[in-house]
Every structure is written in C-alpha cells, then in structure tokens.
C-alpha cells in the first residue's frame, strides 16, 4: 500500500526538501504541499492523504490550529489522516498543545532524512512516535503546567490495577516491550492492556494516553 502525504510547510525550500526525500522512497508518494495552516486543511480534505506532516509555525494559520480542525467534529474526508508535527525546537510549547489537538506525535526538523521516512512509516501504520531523545521530556514539562483534567479522576476509576500501571508506564515512555519487562508480563499481554486503556480513557494512540497520564495526575513529571 502507497502512502500518501501532504506536506505543509511555510518555507517552500523545506517544503520541497521532504518531497524529494519522500518520494524517493518505495511505497511513499507526496499527493501535495500547503504553505499555511488554511491551505492544508483544504488540501486535506480534497486530496485525503494517509499522514500530514504538518509545520507547527506558519502564518495566519498554524499547525495546530490547523490540527484542532481535521481532527475535530465534521471533518468532510473519507478517513481521518494522522498528523505528524515538525518543529525546529526540541523544546516547543506549541508541540505539547498540538499533540492534545490529536496530533500523533513530532519530529524536528533537523532530523536525520532517515528519521523523517521511518517517522512517515509509523505514523501511517497507526502507532504514536515517541522520540525518547525530546518527547518524553517535552510532555513532562509542559504537563506539569496544565490544569488536570477534570473527568480524568472517574474516567481513571474504570481502569482494573494492572490497566493503571500500564498508563502509568505509557506515561513514561515506555515500549510495549519495556513494560512487559518491567511488570513481568509477555509482550502480548501488554498490547491487550493498552488497547484497553486506550479505549477506556478515549485515546487514539499512545501519544494520548501519554498525554492523559500528565493530564490526570497519574504520571508526574521526573525531576531535571
């Protein structure tokens, strides 16, 4: 299966870098390119693509306001695609907000052009990207200065113990591997727990969960 990406970017050299990039590659075809926030909403809906790399700073309308629109209520295309930030900073408090707008993760944009095609792979193949290097810090600091969500205590009540612990391991960053060593388990049991979870508290990938645990008061933010 082809898959296939807008880009939208306010730099068209940027723009232009990532689409030969790109398309350089098997099984990854760019469908188009937007220079601002509005354009990649209309683009979105015309062309419908599979994963939006989206920039999070462009004038008039940013990337997340961008985001909040194709991935909230009355979204006109056949599917919902997933929406992959960029960001110059590893330390933006953009990103955080882009990432509760459902955003499934980011990548900087100095990352290696191998970086940006796995990225481009995982976010197509429906997981959250976790960079270990700059995400979990990035929500540990930024979460901490968010107001706890208010629902999250009695949507918390409906997690069983172990489906409480495996949050609070996704809020730490860990892979499914890692948290099936960390709690004893097999690695397939961890995947069932965290399909659960993620139905539970109405998360659409790890990053949210991620997110959820900060938000709630589940996970705390590590010290430095």
């Known amino acids: 299966m082809t898959i296939e990406v807008l880009i939208a970017d306010d730099q068209a050299m940027v723009r232009a870098g990532f689409a030969a990039l790109l398309d350089a590659h098997e099984g990854i075809r760019v469908v188009g390119q937007a220079s601002d926030g509005s354009e990649a909403v209309a683009l979105s809906a015309r062309l419908d693509p599979d994963v939006i790399l989206m920039d999070v700073r462009m004038p008039e309308t940013d990337g997340i306001a961008a985001t909040r629109h ?15 930030m960029l960001t110059t900073f590893d330390i933006d408090d953009y990103v955080y907000d882009a990432l509760q707008a459902g955003a499934s993760g980011f990548l900087l944009k100095d990352a290696l052009p191998e970086e940006l095609v796995q990225a481009v792979r995982v976010i197509a193949a429906g997981e959250a990207l976790l960079s270990p290097r700059v995400t979990r810090r990035m929500i540990a600091q930024f979460a901490a200065q968010k107001p706890r969500v208010s629902r999250a205590t009695q949507t918390l009540s409906t997690l069983t113990e172990r489906e409480r612990e495996v949050l609070i391991l996704l809020g730490k960053g860990m892979s499914n591997s890692e948290i099936a060593g960390t709690l004893f388990i097999a690695e397939q049991t961890v995947k069932t727990h965290v399909g659960k979870v993620l139905g539970k508290i109405g998360a659409r990938d790890r990053v949210q969960a991620v997110i959820f645990a900060y938000d709630s008061g589940l996970a705390e933010p590590a010290a430095g």
């Open 70 to 84: 194709i991935l909230g209520p009355g979204y006109p295309a056949a599917r919902v695609p997933r929406i992959l």
